[in-house]
């Protein structure tokens, strides 16, 4: 079992930079793909990016690409989400994600665990 919580996320303006930590527990974790996910109010939650088990392949939503970056450390069981060029769409909840498996476009039903969530505002 791998249990996820997320921090980082905060009210940021429009252009500004975020950085998203999940800190990962559980023995499994260098094995498993990872990703990170949002859901803005009103709307179904989607896939952000993902990474896999050695952190050399990274897909990226079309909406994030060339803005977000998506790292892990295996040594401390964390996965990063680097957000850069914030804009008011982004605002939304963002979870980690243990994957079951991934693609350009992960879908939810890929999510072996969740993470809590963590808030990200931006403001314009």
């Known amino acids: 079992q791998v249990q996820l919580v997320e921090s980082g996320g905060r009210l940021v303006q429009a252009g500004g930079s975020l950085r998203l930590s999940c800190a990962a527990s559980?023995?499994?974790?260098?094995?498993?793909?990872m990703g990170w996910f949002r859901q803005a109010p009103g709307k179904e939650r989607g896939f952000v990016a993902a990474?896999?088990?050695?952190?050399?392949?990274?897909p990226y939503a079309d909406s994030v690409k060339g803005r977000f970056s998506i790292s892990r450390d295996n040594a401390k069981n964390a996965v990063y989400l680097q957000m850069n060029s914030l804009k008011p769409e982004d605002t939304a909840v963002y979870y980690c994600?243990?994957?079951?498996?991934?693609?350009?476009?992960?879908?939810?039903?890929?999510?072996?665990?969740w993470g809590q969530g963590t808030q990200v505002t931006v403001s314009s």
């Open positions: 990474i896999s088990w050695d952190g050399g392949i990274t």
């Open positions: 559980g023995r499994t974790f260098s094995s498993y793909a």
């Open positions: 994600a243990a994957l079951k498996w991934y693609s350009d476009y992960t879908p939810i039903s890929a999510v072996d665990y």
